[in-house]
C-alpha cells in the first residue's frame, strides 16, 4: 500500500505570496494532520481534518488554512507568507477511530525569501 | 497541554554501541509513538506503544504509561541509526493532536 504523498517537496515563494500545499493519505485513512517543523519551535500541529470537516487547530494565524476533499486528499494554504514561515510542513493521516497510529509524508520543504 | 521531555538531546555513538532513548511526559500518557527522522525530513514510524514492551530487530521500546515514560533502546548501532528521534503523544480529550518534544539527535559513528 503506497504511503503519504506531499506535493511538491519543495518550494521558494516570495514574502508576500501564497501558496498550497496538497497531501495525499495511505488509501482508506479518513484523517489527515498538519505538522509544521521550524529549528526554533520544533514540530507543531498545525490542524487536522476527519471526513472533510476540520476537528482541531493549533495555534497559528488565519492565514493558514487547510481542507479536506471527499477522497480524503487534504490541501494546506499559506497566505501573506513571511520569512518565518520558511519550514518543513509535514502531514500525517490516520485510519480513523479507533486507530489513533499516524503515518507521516515525506513534507514539502517550503523557503520564502 | 502535555509537555514531552527527551533525553538526552544529542547522543553520539561508535557504530556497533547499544544506547537508550528516553521521555518524559507531565501527564497520563495516550497513543505514544516513536519516531525517526531521516536525514531528508520523514518520519518513519518506529513503535505505536502506549504501554508495554515492543521489539523489532535491534530495537525495542518500553512505555510504563502509569510512571509517564517510554525508553526505546538501539542495540548494536548501525550508521543509517543517525537522525533526531521523537516520541509525541496524543493529548488527552477527543482531539487526534500529536505533541513532540524536541526529539534526541543521535549520530553513529563508523
Known amino acids: 500500500k503506497a504511503g503519504v504523498t506531499q506535493t511538491p517537496r519543495y518550494l521558494i515563494k516570495t514574502r508576500g505570496q501564497q501558496v498550497t500545499l496538497s497531501c495525499s493519505p495511505i488509501?482508506?485513512?479518513?484523517?489527515v494532520s498538519w505538522y509544521q517543523q521550524t529549528p526554533g519551535q520544533g514540530l507543531q500541529f498545525l490542524f487536522e481534518?476527519?471526513?472533510?470537516?476540520?476537528?482541531n487547530k493549533g495555534n497559528f494565524p488565519g492565514r493558514f488554512s487547510g481542507r479536506q476533499f471527499s477522497n480524503s486528499r487534504s490541501e494546506m494554504n499559506v497566505s501573506t507568507l513571511e520569512l518565518g514561515d520558511s519550514a518543513l510542513y509535514l502531514c500525517?493521516?490516520?485510519?480513523?477511530?479507533?486507530?489513533?497510529?499516524?503515518?507521516f509524508g515525506p513534507g514539502t520543504r517550503l523557503t520564502v525569501t | 497541554g502535555i509537555q514531552v521531555e527527551q533525553s538526552p538531546p544529542d547522543l553520539i555513538l561508535q557504530e556497533g554501541a547499544n544506547s537508550t532513548l528516553r521521555c518524559n511526559f507531565s501527564?497520563?500518557?495516550?497513543?505514544l509513538q516513536w519516531f525517526h527522522q531521516n536525514p531528508w525530513g520523514q518520519l518513519i514510524n518506529l513503535f505505536y506503544?502506549?504501554?508495554g514492551t515492543k521489539q523489532n530487530g535491534r530495537l525495542s521500546a518500553t512505555t510504563v504509561a502509569t510512571e509517564r515514560y517510554s525508553l526505546l533502546y538501539i542495540s548494536s548501532s548501525q550508521t543509517t541509526d543517525s537522525g533526531v528521534y521523537f516520541c509525541?503523544?496524543?493529548?488527552?480529550?477527543?482531539?487526534?493532536?500529536?505533541?513532540f518534544g524536541k526529539g534526541t539527535l543521535l549520530t553513529v559513528n563508523p
Open positions: 509525541p503523544t496524543k493529548s488527552g480529550g477527543s482531539n487526534y493532536k500529536l505533541t
Open positions: 488509501s482508506g485513512h479518513r484523517s
Open positions: 481534518y476527519f471526513s472533510e470537516t476540520q476537528r
Open positions: 506503544i502506549p504501554s
Open positions: 501527564d497520563s500518557v495516550n497513543n
Open positions: 500525517a493521516s490516520r485510519l480513523g477511530q479507533p486507530s489513533y497510529e499516524q503515518y
